[in-house]
């Protein structure tokens, strides 16, 4: 099935979004990322975006996190309405 996401440095603040994929083979990224809790099928929210490709601030199983823009690059997103079709 085909999924309609995009990076996760596109998406609006406040939205609910899901991971749909990781677009990285870098091995440092991949562990951050899983340790961040950050991986696909992961429901999460964007809170807010800083200015000039600042940080990102996600909330995640009732925790906040902050990822910078570079990282945010490499998470693919969708709705979760999308994901679930996929």
Do not use: W
Request: aromatic content about 6%; overall charge negative.
């Amino acid at each position: 099935p085909r999924v309609y996401d995009s990076p996760l440095s596109e998406a609006e603040p406040g939205s609910e979004l899901v991971i749909s994929r990781v677009n990285t083979h870098d091995i440092d990224k991949l562990a951050y990322l899983g340790e961040l809790g950050l991986t696909p099928g992961k429901h999460f929210a964007l809170v807010s975006r800083a200015p000039f490709n600042g940080p990102l601030q996600l909330q995640l199983d009732g925790e906040t996190r902050m990822i910078g823009h570079e990282l945010a690059g490499v998470l693919r997103v969708c709705a979760p309405a999308e994901f679930e079709l996929a």
